[in-house]
């Protein structure tokens, strides 16, 4: 009977040790390896997330560069019309003082032999008839001083930027010396007052006048360009671009010519 309890105590303590043996090993416990799995799992959660956001920073800073490259084209599209708008301004005010000086100087050399007849003459006869003539010659160049002071009045309106009263004095010019050598002129920038008051039909007709009643004008390149930019702003396209077309090609080597392609070229990155 004593021995019968004795293995069973040592029984007992042989299943005591075995469960204090499991519970001392942590490797083999189940809340230890679920706790690692979880800390495994959200490390890999934390990695994938500042993958991420370093790919969203990236992404945004793209496409501030893109952005910022857009506006550098743009500013130096700006910049390269605007240039070539000045260089057309000095370009026309150059013409139009060459063309000043060449008939003020015509108006210059008639003066003196208009006072010839009557210069040297000891006959009362002769002196009348050239006095005569003098007064007949003044009278004749009178038309052409007083279209020429009109004409720098309504020039000198236009440059002052005041272009409600440039447009009447060049359209009284017309009126009043329509055979004048001046008229292709005072016409062209009859439109360019228009152009700048943003009178774009106005101006379109204005220019077209040019076109169509002074053909071997000078004038006639640019105001083709202007009507074409008046058909560009009245959203005239397709007129606009057979018009600008135009120009480029037949006045390729102009500064009316590289600022129509400008135009043209402007037109296919908008792609109306």
């Known amino acids: 009977m004593s021995s019968r309890a004795s293995f069973s105590s ?36 934390e990695r994938v997330m500042a993958n991420q956001s370093l790919l969203d920073l990236a992404n945004q800073d793209e496409a501030m560069r893109s952005d910022m490259r857009a506006v550098h084209n743009d500013v130096d599209q700006l910049t390269n019309s605007l240039e070539a708008s000045r260089k057309q301004q000095r370009d026309l005010y150059a013409d139009l003082d060459r063309r000043m000086k060449a008939l003020e100087s015509r ?64 359209q009284k010019f017309l009126v009043s010396f329509p055979a004048s050598s001046l008229a292709d002129n005072a016409q062209y920038w009859l ?10 039909p106005e ?10 009643k ?16 008046c058909q560009y702003e009245l959203k005239q396209w397709d007129s606009a671009k057979a018009t600008l077309s135009q120009v480029a090609t037949q006045f390729s080597d102009t500064p009316a010519g590289h600022l129509a392609q400008q135009r043209l070229d402007k037109m296919a990155t908008e792609q109306h």
């Open 214 to 229: 002074y053909p071997q004008s000078r004038k006639r390149p640019d105001a083709l360009l202007k009507i074409g930019y």
């Open 203 to 212: 101006a379109q007709n204005a220019f077209q006048r040019v076109v169509d």
């Open 10 to 45: 040592a029984g007992l303590c042989l299943a005591v040790l075995a469960v204090a043996g499991c519970a001392s090993n942590p490797e083999e416990d189940p809340v230890q390896i679920k706790l690692k799995d979880l800390d495994t799992r959200l490390a890999r959660i």
């Open 191 to 200: 439109g360019e007052a228009y152009y700048v008051n943003k009178s774009f």
């Open 107 to 170: 108006g210059a050399a008639a003066s003196p032999s208009a006072a010839n007849p009557a210069a040297g003459s000891g006959d009362a006869g002769a002196a009348a008839a050239g006095a005569a003539a003098s007064g007949a010659s003044a009278d004749a160049s009178a038309p052409a001083s007083d279209d020429r002071a009109a004409y720098q009045t309504a020039f000198a309106l236009l440059k002052d930027s005041q272009y409600d009263h440039a447009i009447a004095a060049f």
